[in-house]
């Protein structure tokens, strides 16, 4: 009701301006009708698309305009017999206009629909006619209208115009998605709405979340907030108090900053969801959930599991594991047979005990897909110290004691069998998230086997993993083949190590997905600095803790070591929040420039500028300890714009504004305070409760 009024008072007003003319033509905003082909045939259905290409800076809206607004509309007029579609909206943008929020358009818009001919249509020309209307606003609003036409001609049934087949291509792609592989489910409470989205598999991620509801069932002023929990995300948002009673049906599109897997760059997905019906996806067409299990049988399906694990030892996951057994079969040539199989068995069953546990796991369904077990970032963390500590060990900065894996020793003991058996678990554990050639549809048809079958398939997968080391351990004669050790072990040892440090770059990369947006952004940097501490604990301990050294330097280098090793994982482990700087309410900065400035400055605005730089470790602390989601709502509050001067890249308009300030280094923080010109420098180190003080005199 109360946006109703709203509206009404903001049309009548534009109206007004306009010359009391409540549909004055609109010299913001140019609309025209434009078919995808110039011939239709009897009973043929042709797209058509209502276009509006903006002026910078305007905008009109989506059918929930998000405060106020009103979307485009058509009113036809058509020849006998033809008949026409609704009008199908793209997936919008979300902007704000004097402090609210609204959804809309910018720029060139397809707007879709459908014409359809008459069975019986006549020859000669076909006179389409259409008035478009809509509102468009800036820092005012003016409603707009237009009559349109097409002409058209009889013909055959065929193709889109040679010109026009891109641009509505294009169309189509930036209307939401009908079908994705997701799947959706909604819950509210207390105010809240909650819609839990499930990615089809663990390379999934969509990146930036955004709910536009087609009805105003949002609060669109208020923060969206995202978190993700493995394969699921889930994305709240508050609901509008004007839609009481609560809605049942969640209708609407979310948008996706890295779409939803289906066609590449189409970024919105349409929902229709009933509040606590169970989670659902669109299916393809001809798309049954029973496809995959009649077309592969059981047999086949043992066969491309065994076949596919073997594949997994040549797939870059498995590698460092390669290198590393390598080594000990190396170290195994002229040892006793009976010892030499049994590492062989030992490896194999570290391999069949992980797969079984992990295989249970999925079975109970602690784990949503094969390999999601790197979908946790403590995995990831974990497994990629692990590569990097092995990596600096089989590079020589430091020794492992038997005792401990026996890596780079012995493996003709009791503790060269405990590190056999933990090679056998590391070589599943990162052989898992590969997608080997023949896997996809056995795991695809395995998962849907019952409990005794689908724990046979992947013991298959297992053997298949396991298998070629076991041959070379029970036939040594093949091992005999090897070279013998000698000096040139050293060498091929470092060279092995780095096929470690790869797969810790690979992981890493994991990890950075998961977390390096945390923190303001500012994680990524302390991962890498954690990182570089912890290698250096390894090297000190390499280094001084040696049998020749005084046991008062000993024991001060395993001090040492202890220290920053404990500094290095606090420094890169995950936090606890979840919540990336995506999900979480952000300043809403602009690239500076100083007509930028000078404009802002001369309309009275309050205006804050960072002066920054990637590789400024002060400003990425800055911004890690000052733009706190309470910064973000106080410079919202006060109308702050807010301004970032980046020099990352050589930028001589900013280091001639830095010497204007009488400033050569940054960070340097300015604020020009509501209708002043004077520049007021903040103190170098920032913190929220800084800032608040800082601005607030200038604020009643």
């Known amino acids: 009701m109360i946006r109703s009024l709203i509206l009404q008072l903001l049309l009548t007003v534009s109206a007004l301006a306009a010359g009391f003319n409540p549909l004055a033509a609109d010299p913001h905003v140019r609309a025209k009708l434009v078919a995808e082909k110039s011939h239709i045939a009897p009973g043929e259905t042709i797209a058509v698309a209502l276009v509006l290409d903006h002026d ?150 969509p990146g930036d979340i955004r709910f536009f509801g087609e009805q105003p069932i949002e609060d669109a002023s208020a923060p969206q907030e995202i978190v993700q929990d493995g394969q699921t995300w889930k994305l709240t948002f508050v609901r509008n108090s004007d839609t009481d009673p609560a809605p049942q049906q969640i209708k609407g599109i979310l948008k996706a900053s890295q779409g939803w897997g289906t066609t590449p760059g189409q970024l919105g997905w349409a929902i229709d969801v009933t509040i606590g019906a169970a989670a659902a996806a669109a299916t393809p067409a001809g798309a049954e959930s029973g496809e995959t299990k009649s077309t592969l049988g059981f047999p086949l399906i043992l066969g491309l599991m065994f076949l596919g694990g073997l594949i997994l030892n040549l797939m870059p996951c498995v590698f460092p594991v390669i290198g590393l057994k390598i080594m000990g079969f190396v170290q195994q040539a002229g040892h006793d047979r009976s010892k030499i199989i049994r590492h062989g068995i030992v490896f194999t069953l570290g391999v069949l005990i992980s797969f079984w546990i992990l295989s249970g796991i999925l079975l109970a369904g602690g784990i949503s897909n094969w390999g999601g077990q790197l979908e946790n970032p403590w995995v990831v963390f974990v497994l990629l110290l692990i590569m990097l500590v092995f990596g600096l060990n089989m590079f020589g900065v430091f020794e492992i004691g038997a005792s401990a894996t026996s890596i780079g020793g012995t493996l003709t003991n009791k503790q060269g069998m405990a590190g056999t058996f933990f090679s056998g678990i590391l070589a599943t554990v990162v052989a898992t998230p590969c997608s080997a050639p023949f896997l996809g549809p056995a795991i695809g048809a395995a998962v849907s086997l019952p409990g005794p079958q689908f724990m046979l398939a992947f013991t298959m997968m297992a053997l298949g993993l396991s298998t070629p080391y076991l041959v070379l351990s029970i036939f040594p004669a093949l091992v005999e083949k090897l070279p013998r050790p000698g000096a040139w072990m050293e060498s091929f040892k470092q060279g092995m190590s780095f096929l470690l440090f790869g797969t810790a770059g690979y992981l890493l990369w994991v990890y950075a997905a998961q977390v390096f947006e945390q923190k303001s952004g500012q994680k990524g940097l302390w991962v890498m600095l954690g990182l570089t501490v912890i290698a250096c604990a390894f090297w000190i301990h390499g280094r001084w803790n040696l049998p020749h050294r005084s046991t008062r330097a000993r024991w001060i280098s395993r001090l040492a070591t202890l220290a920053l090793l404990a500094t290095g994982i606090g420094l890169s482990r995950p936090t606890p929040d979840p919540v990336s700087v995506t999900s979480a309410p952000q300043i809403e900065w602009q690239a500076w420039t100083k007509e930028l400035q000078d404009k802002l400055i001369a309309e009275g605005k309050p205006v804050f500028i960072d002066f920054t730089a990637r590789w400024c470790l002060t400003c990425q602390t800055n911004k890690a300890n000052a733009y706190t989601p309470e910064m973000v709502a106080y410079f919202k509050e006060q109308g702050i714009v807010a301004l970032r001067a980046d020099k990352t890249n050589p930028r001589p308009d900013i280091d001639e504004e830095l010497r204007r300030l009488d400033r050569s280094a940054i960070p340097v923080n300015v604020f020009y305070a509501p209708k002043s010109s004077t520049p007021l420098v903040t103190e170098t180190l920032l913190t929220a409760d800084y800032l608040k003080s800082f601005f607030a005199p200038h604020f009643p």
């Open 56 to 205: 910078e800076h305007w905008h009109t809206y989506y059918l929930n305009p998000g405060f106020v607004g009103d979307p485009p509309k058509l009113e036809w007029t058509l020849p006998a017999g033809f008949t026409h579609g609704d009008l199908s909206f793209p997936t919008p943008m979300m902007g704000t206009m004097a402090g609210f929020a609204f959804y809309g358009y910018e720029g060139e818009t397809w707007f879709l629909t459908n014409l359809t001919a008459p069975a019986d249509l006549a020859d000669g020309e076909i006179k389409i006619t259409a008035k478009a209307s809509w509102l468009a606003c800036s820092e005012n609003c003016v409603p707009g209208e237009a009559a349109l036409s097409l002409d058209l001609k009889k013909g055959e049934a065929g193709g889109a115009d040679a010109d026009l087949a891109p641009l509505f291509e294009k169309a189509r792609l930036a209307m939401p998605a009908k079908e994705t592989p997701w799947q959706v489910a909604a819950s509210e409470n207390e105010g809240k709405v909650t819609l839990t989205l499930t990615a089809p598999d663990a390379s999934a991620a």
